[in-house]
């Protein structure tokens, strides 16, 4: 380990004792409240120099993700039963389907008993507990006055910050959208204490092995689909809680927030909620037909898709088809091949709403992912095809509460910025000469299902020259600077990253740190903000070193 400064050691001893505190480690707000400082960055400043120096270490697919660093084994995990669903919003019943999960050992305090709960709702999120996570719950009657706990309220069971006012329990929620539940004394039971959360939307397990994977028992469990449960080049879901605290220590309160390059729509996705206008858009049809589903659903009738999505993993199938003659044996298992194309066929024919259509679409498409020979995109598949498992379609689990005022578009982003006016407006283009209409043309394929020929090794179609992005050529920087001269916004958040000096030169970016300097400017202050980032590679190039960068301007020009 390297040595720190004094400062590093006043943000390494406060997260020491708030972890001693709470049993699990502070956001960056909670540091930075603790230590009276004013910046967020400046903490995330100290806390990025703490990690490379090895004093402490993140796990990505942790909420509240700083710890200290020590080396994990096996025996670092313990098994407790998940019992069911725990709402952060209104008190809902908890549902008791026990099953086991392994947690850190570190979540789990002393002999008590605990069990874990999935979080369902969005009022903890400004706390780092989100919708689809896993609490770790030590069972207990009293909590100290503002801890995150377990309360039975008339027999309902709620996520919330316990506050007790002389004659009157104060449930309040970590997200200013929602309001503070108050309980007389009589009504309420304290069941537990929060102790750590599991962010379960990703697979816990990393390359060096050092974290185990969330095991539960078999069919126990009604899985949902989450709108992060899928590869997409570029990504943002493992760094939403970056983005979000430059948005929260930059942007003050907005009404509109359009992701303007929105991919998979993460980005988008954690900015929706009730009273704010998200504006998503993407150039390929497969991610407008997803951002539909998640952003644009603003009501549907969950049995209604149960039933279908149902009927369609029952499908059964005969002879080849469209997906099975073309993707089958390579990219697919020949069995899954055929499912696959028999289920699109099936859409087709199947008396839906254009929105239950994106909505079986975005199904099938993450089943797809899921199953897929690949590295997770589809410029080529793996020699060899040992991926056997069946394909398997899931629910969607779609926020409908999120989405009422929301827009969504597919077309060029410099067109579509000429028509629109929003608070923030995030960038999030291809850094790179690699089309992601190249990388996902079979996923376009199946979504727009005209059938055309395909071409080549990779099997791509043909006719994909509509989804060529300047942002991929040597035109980028003319379009980037195009873009933000035409934004009518607020706050200008880019994401870039660091690649514009590889060596490798299809992974090289395609614009230069000078040159966005120099545009953004043109609008007004600018901040950078970085973050170590182990990127999703196309399999081949050693992202190591790399680092994800957030340029920050607001605007007065
Ligand atoms: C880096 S990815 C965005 C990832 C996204 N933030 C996420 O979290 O999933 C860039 C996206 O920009 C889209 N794109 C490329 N050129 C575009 C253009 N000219 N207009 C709109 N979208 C474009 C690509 O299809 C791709 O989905």
Request: hydrophobic content about 35%; proline content about 3%.
């Amino acid at each position: 380990m390297r040595p720190i400064t004094k400062q590093q050691k006043k943000v390494l001893d406060f997260i020491k004792s708030f972890i001693k505190r709470n049993s699990f480690p502070p956001t960056l707000e909670e540091i930075a409240s603790g230590l009276k400082l004013s910046a967020v960055s400046t903490v995330h400043q100290h806390v990025n120099a703490l990690i490379h120096k090895g004093h402490l270490q993140k796990r990505e697919n942790f909420a509240r993700a700083i710890e200290i660093k020590k080396e994990a084994k096996i025996s670092d995990f313990i098994e407790i039963p998940l019992l069911g669903l725990i709402a952060a919003g209104a008190p809902i019943a908890t549902v008791e389907r026990p099953e086991l999960i392994k947690v850190p050992r570190e979540f789990v305090v002393g002999t008590k008993k605990h069990h874990a709960l999935r979080v369902q709702g969005h009022s903890m999120q400004d706390a780092e507990i989100f919708n689809g996570d896993i609490v770790v719950i030590c069972e207990q009657t009293n909590i100290e006055d503002g801890g995150i706990g377990v309360a039975l309220v008339n027999g309902k069971a709620t996520l919330k910050k316990i506050y007790w006012e002389k004659t009157r329990y104060r449930l309040q929620p970590a997200n200013t959208e929602y309001q503070p539940i108050y309980v007389k004394n009589k009504d309420l039971e304290i069941r537990g204490r929060l102790t750590g959360i599991v962010r379960s939307r990703f697979e816990l397990v990393t390359k060096e092995g050092n974290l185990l994977p969330l095991t539960r028992t078999a069919n126990t469990f009604d899985q949902r689909l989450q709108i992060n449960n899928r590869r997409f080049i570029g990504n943002k879901s493992k760094l939403l809680g970056f983005i979000s605290d430059i948005v929260a220590e930059k942007c003050g309160s907005y009404q509109s927030f359009c992701d303007i390059f929105a991919g998979t729509g993460a980005v988008a996705n954690h900015f929706s909620r009730p009273g704010v206008k998200v504006i998503a858009n993407d150039l390929l049809g497969s991610s407008y037909n997803s951002l539909k589903c998640w952003l644009e659903t603003t009501t549907y009738d969950t049995e209604r898709i149960t039933g279908l999505i149902s009927h369609l993993n029952n499908l059964k199938t005969s002879g080849q088809n469209y997906i099975s003659k073309n993707f089958g044996g390579t990219y697919f298992t020949p069995a899954n091949a055929k499912k696959i194309g028999a289920i699109r066929e099936e859409i087709e024919t199947l008396q839906v709403t254009p929105q239950e259509k994106a909505i079986l679409l975005t199904s099938l498409i993450y089943a797809m992912d899921k199953v897929a020979n690949t590295v997770g995109h589809y410029e080529a598949y793996r020699k060899t095809l040992d991926t056997t498992q069946e394909i398997k379609l899931l629910v969607p689990d779609i926020n409908v509460q999120n989405n009422q005022n929301n827009k969504v578009y597919n077309k060029d982003a410099n067109k579509l910025v000429r028509e629109i006016e929003c608070d923030v407006l995030y960038i999030d283009p291809p850094y790179n000469s690699r089309q992601y209409g190249d990388s996902y043309h079979l996923l376009e394929n199946v979504v727009t299902w005209k059938k055309p020929k395909v071409l080549g090794v990779a099997k791509k179609m043909e006719e994909r020259g509509h989804l060529k992005s300047k942002y991929c050529l040597k035109s980028a920087p003319e379009a980037f600077r195009d873009l933000i001269l035409n934004a009518k916004t607020k706050h200008i958040l880019l994401s870039y990253n660091n690649t514009a000096e590889s060596k490798n030169t299809r992974s090289n970016a395609t614009i230069s740190d000078k040159w966005i300097l120099e545009t953004l400017k043109m609008r007004g202050k600018v901040d950078t903000f970085e973050r170590d980032y182990k990127g999703f590679t196309t399999g081949k190039s050693d992202a190591s070193g790399n680092s994800e960068r957030v340029f920050y301007c607001r605007v007065t020009n």
